[in-house]
């Protein structure tokens, strides 16, 4: 078994509202930084596991997005691991 660090960054699927992206943006604007705009505010989770493999860490990580950490219908997330 080895151990993986894992990161997985959650965003909000393109074409659907993200109030507090709006919400970063107009606050961004207001404070005077014009020429910014499509802000998108997601999460980033990171954790660690042991797996077999790396393949066999992808797919539980993978598997723990669909189940918990992301919502497959309003979310996209991208999976980045590499050996601890």
Do not use: W
């Not at 078994?1 to 507090?20: A, Q």
């Not at 918990?68 to 997330?77: F, I, S």
Request: hydrophobic share 40%; with cysteine; aromatic share 4%.
């Amino acid at each position: 078994m080895s151990e993986y660090r894992i990161e997985v960054r959650i965003t909000p699927r393109d074409g659907l509202l993200d109030p507090e992206g709006k919400a970063v943006e107009h606050a961004l604007h207001s404070l005077s930084f014009d020429g910014v705009g499509n802000v998108r505010v997601g999460r980033l989770i990171r954790l660690r596991i042991r797996a077999a493999d790396r393949d066999d860490a992808q797919r539980k990580v993978d598997e723990m997005c669909r189940k918990l950490l992301a919502n497959p219908v309003t979310e996209n997330y991208a999976i980045a691991l590499e050996e601890a």
